[in-house]
């Protein structure tokens, strides 16, 4: 099983979404996220454009700087360098 890993370890209860450069996440139905009492979650995956994102497809956005595409955006630049907005990316969500 993959380990889900985050730059911000903060996370909600209930839903939360976190986005991935590529397709390497598509299609994982679970995860371990070892930072956490509670390791392993069930996952649910969308694969689509960075550039077709809006701020609603944001809104279970674990890290709250992360809910607008625009403040998406510089953190996918920080962690993923070269990242660019027509790229493709994996929507991962999970229940807290």
Known sequence: MKELKFKNRVFKEGRNLTVRRGVKWDGEVEAIICTLEINHVYLQTVVMR???????????????????????????????????????????????
């Open 50 to 96: 960075f550039a077709d994102l809006t701020d609603d497809d944001l809104a279970y956005e674990h890290d709250e700087g992360c809910r607008t595409v625009k403040g998406l955006l510089a953190i996918m630049y920080e962690v993923y360098p070269g990242f660019d907005r027509r790229e493709i990316v994996t929507l991962v969500s999970f229940e807290m």
